[in-house]
């Protein structure tokens, strides 16, 4: 009995004892890197939003298409005889193919050829010619309707029974393309020309007006990965 009693007052001391020790150690703060050693990882900047692919109206860098339509140019009517006739006379309406490159979103390079035929008592005439062209045209492609300047110079041969008829021109002018989907457009301008004819071994200088043209145009996108980051 005196044992059990021993081994109880000394487990009590020795509680005792590990309380009072507990007691006399303060309570630490956790230990925390210096602000020197912190890495903050950098927020990521918001990227700008572009336009999407879906939101396009119209044709844009890098695109592509197949023109066709009609265009008319005052020019001077040279009969079979060779000799020049004074007044000038409105051309026919000749049928006119080309294609169409876009070098930026709102340039395009055009090249155009035209072709017409004109039977007068027997007699045929032939005439044609090639155009190479710059449209520049304004608001986005976010636009389906675009205006713009156009610029074209020529060489052909007018409606003529001669083969020995030539002229060279250039052209200024302006008009609208709208574009029914980013793949189909139709275009119409007007231009003021300064043609030169050359036949019989002179040449002579007209100033044209209102040389119109109606023009449908079929586009195909870029390839993947061409597209122009403008």
Same mark, same amino acid.
């Given at each position: ?32 890197a ?13 990227v700008?939003?572009?336009p ?21 140019t ?17 051309g ?30 027997? +007699? ?27 610029? +074209? ?21 302006g ?41 449908m ?14």
């Open positions: 009995m005196k044992q059990v009693v021993a081994w109880g007052w000394v487990l009590s001391c020795g509680l005792a004892a590990a309380q009072e020790l507990g007691s006399e150690i303060p309570d630490r703060e956790p230990v925390t210096p602000s020197a050693m912190r890495h903050e990882v950098p927020k990521p900047e918001p700008p939003e572009s999407s692919a879906s939101s396009r109206k119209s044709a844009a860098s890098m695109s592509y298409g197949l023109m066709a339509g009609f265009q008319s005052v020019v001077p009517s040279v009969p079979s005889s060779g000799g020049l006739v004074t007044q000038q006379v409105s026919p309406y000749a049928p006119t193919v080309g294609m169409k490159f876009f070098l930026h979103d709102a340039i395009a390079l055009l090249v155009e050829l035209g072709t017409s035929i004109a039977l007068d008592n027997g +007699n045929v005439a032939v005439g044609f010619e090639g155009q190479l062209g710059v449209d520049v045209l304004f608001r986005s492609q976010q636009s389906a309707l675009r205006p713009l300047l156009h610029l +074209n110079a020529g060489l052909g041969k007018p409606l003529s029974g001669s083969g020995d008829v030539w002229m060279v021109h250039g052209a200024v002018g008009g609208a393309e709208y574009f029914l989907s980013p793949q189909l457009s139709i275009a119409a301008r007007a231009t003021i020309g300064l043609p030169v004819l050359l036949a019989n071994g002179r040449a002579v200088v007209l100033i044209t007006t209102l040389s119109p043209s109606l023009m145009t079929f586009y195909f996108d870029a390839p993947a990965g061409t597209e122009s980051t403008n």
